[in-house]
């Protein structure tokens, strides 16, 4: 199979929900391949790291887009992302970034640690309260969702009650960042982008009326200040991707993890042991399963990488999830083995773009499995889960399990864990 029948196979719906083999038939052809005219695949980890962290290497501008996709303006999905630091390079990025990083701090997020331990309680209660008739519950539904969701609506001042209703929005929105989209596809994310853009604008005249100790109030006051310092439509651009982007990959870290636990039960027992594994245990899932496969950079200059030259203008494919199982860097890397070496899986990117949020995904995430694992010893899959047909953001759809007798409740630092420890 040459590389560009393995990029075909790759985008098919069979592709998207297990990935994994393609991705070695692509690795065969060396760790950059050209599957197409003036567009390149990257496996290796050594070389997408490089691309990542190379100034010469950008996320595709509005001059790009526009040779691409002459319509994207009307487009809500593609405008709202365009517009946010997701989609823009330096110095838009970097002034839009600073901007929101406070709130990403690593003291702040070291703060929250008592917070989302708490949350992560209150919903273990109530999916034990859910299923006391012994019927399996949704995990994501139930805990997986609300938690990173419920984390990041609080630092945004999102009213708790308001938060259901932007999984399906943000499920929409993130089908515009696949590698392929149709039409009826894009309908449906310009339909999700609107219902989140209408939302927040709602919110940015609430925080005109009434500020509040939060970050959309600092964003606000920032763009009602100076708004060449941040624009109306940046505004609303950012505050939709950090709400999406802080709950839907964490919701997938969750979900993809708990599953691979799961069916790793030595593993399993050990983190259930010892919950001051859980940072080892966080780094090896991400790396495992990541639950962002891949990103896209478009070159400005000609630049050498792999044996290749990638000509000015050139697309690089970025296959994270491939780079994270490169043998060269992970010996028997289709394994699960949360005892190798600090990871270090490009999961969530690198460079200037690295994920903001990246801090605040591994606290959830440390927090998290230690206690599901702890307070539902019997916990076990129903059935068989079933994946969306996602590439870039993977992740299930439903993720059915049973929780068996209930454990005493472990409430506080376990015992024998270290201070400090989930």
Do not use: K
């Not at 590389?3 to 991705?23: C, F, H, I, K, N």
């Not at 392929?180 to 309908?187: G, Y």
């Not at 970025?318 to 043998?327: E, F, K, Q, S, T």
């Not at 899986?345 to 773009?353: E, N, R, V």
């Amino acid at each position: 199979m040459d590389a560009a029948e393995a990029l075909t196979l790759l985008m098919s719906p069979q592709g998207r929900v297990d990935p994994y083999p393609t991705y070695e038939r692509l690795r065969e052809h060396g760790p950059v391949v050209q599957a197409l005219p003036g567009l390149y695949v990257v496996t290796g980890y050594a070389e997408a790291d490089e691309l990542l962290r190379d100034p010469r290497l950008g996320v595709l501008d509005d001059a790009l887009r526009d040779q691409v996709w002459p319509n994207w303006r009307e487009s809500p999905a593609v405008s709202s992302i365009a517009r946010s630091m997701l989609r823009t390079n330096p110095p838009d990025h970097s002034r839009m970034r600073r901007l929101a990083a406070g709130a990403f701090s690593p003291r702040r997020i070291a703060g929250m640690r008592d917070v989302v331990r708490a949350q992560a309680e209150e919903l273990l209660d109530g999916m034990r309260d859910r299923a006391g008739d012994g019927a399996p519950v949704d995990v994501l539904a139930d805990f997986a969702y609300p938690l990173p969701v419920g984390v990041i609506c609080a630092l945004l001042g999102v009213p708790a009650t308001d938060r259901p209703l932007f999984r399906r929005w943000a499920g929409d929105l993130t089908g515009v960042l696949e590698p392929e989209i149709t039409v009826e596809e894009l309908a449906v994310a310009d339909a999700g982008a609107a219902e989140l853009r209408a939302y927040f604008a709602e919110l940015v005249a609430a925080r005109r009326r009434t500020p509040a100790d939060d970050l959309t109030t600092a964003l606000v006051q920032v763009h009602d200040t100076d708004g060449e310092r941040l624009t109306g439509d940046e505004l609303l651009a950012n505050l939709v991707v950090l709400l999406v982007a802080g709950f839907e990959t964490t919701t997938n870290l969750l979900g993809n993890g708990l599953v691979v636990l799961l069916r790793h039960p030595g593993a399993a027992a050990a983190l259930r042991a010892d919950p001051g594994l859980a940072p080892a245990y966080v780094e090896e899932l991400l790396r495992y399963d990541s639950p962002v496969q891949l990103t896209t950079r478009t070159t400005t200059a000609p630049v050498r990488c792999g044996g290749l030259d990638l000509p000015a203008g050139s697309t690089a494919l970025l296959l994270l999830g491939a780079a994270n199982r490169d043998p060269r860097r992970f010996p028997d890397p289709q394994r699960f083995d949360p005892t190798r070496d600090q990871a270090h899986p490009l999961s969530f990117g690198a460079g200037p773009h690295y994920c903001l949020g990246a801090g605040l995904a591994r606290l959830e995430a440390q927090l998290a499995f230690p206690l599901l694992l702890r307070r539902l010893p019997e916990l076990a899959l129903a059935g068989t889960p079933r994946h969306r047909t996602r590439l870039t953001l993977r992740g299930y759809q439903t993720l059915p399990v049973t929780l068996g007798t209930p454990a005493v409740a472990d409430r506080g630092t376990p015992a024998g864990a270290h201070p400090g420890t989930p």
